[in-house]
């Protein structure tokens, strides 16, 4: 839900995140609601309907996100408040694709068993993306907090309880 949180306070902070971003990111936050919803199978090979639907829930975690990291990067560029993340949503973007890449190479054990020998880091990969995909909303959190913070400020000002107010906030 945080995310979509986010999302919207960046709405409301002037950034365009219509169609792609704005898809790929709730679609993104509904995949982890998704995987927490479905248990995996406690089983070598899923065999329920909550299995595959974790499975799925899974894929879209691990892919989603950097494609809509790097769908927004433009649009964040787009506004001057926003630009000074850009690189950072982009950098933390495209490490949690190449990991995902690395994730979906390690699952050809699977097919091919033994080919990577007994060393299994798919755990460790899928954490990992998860990682950068947090370090992505926290990065624009974050800078969502810079940019609203002077704004919110300014009206808590406005709004003092018990003070009679010109409209005028002195610096």
Known sequence: MG???????????????????????????????AAAVF???DAPMISSFAGWAHQ????????????????AAPRLAENPAWR???????????VAA????????????????GLFGA???GGFLQRAVLAFDV???????????RVSWPAVRHRAALHVPGKAHSGHVPP
């Open 39 to 41: 248990p995996i199978d």
């Open 56 to 71: 799925f829930a899974g894929a879209g975690i691990l892919a989603l996100l950097s494609f809509a990291g790097l769908a």
């Open 84 to 94: 000074p993340v850009v690189g950072t949503v982009r950098t933390l973007s495209t």
């Open 98 to 113: 190449v990991l995902a890449g690395a994730y979906v190479v390690s699952r050809l054990d699977d097919v091919f068993p």
């Open 135 to 145: 370090g992505v909303v926290t990065a624009l959190a974050l800078h969502l907090v």
């Open 119 to 121: 060393v299994d880091v």
């Open 3 to 33: 995310v979509l949180a986010v999302l919207v306070g960046m709405a409301w902070a002037g950034v365009r995140l219509a169609g792609r971003p704005g898809l790929l990111f709730t679609v993104w936050a509904l995949c982890l609601v």
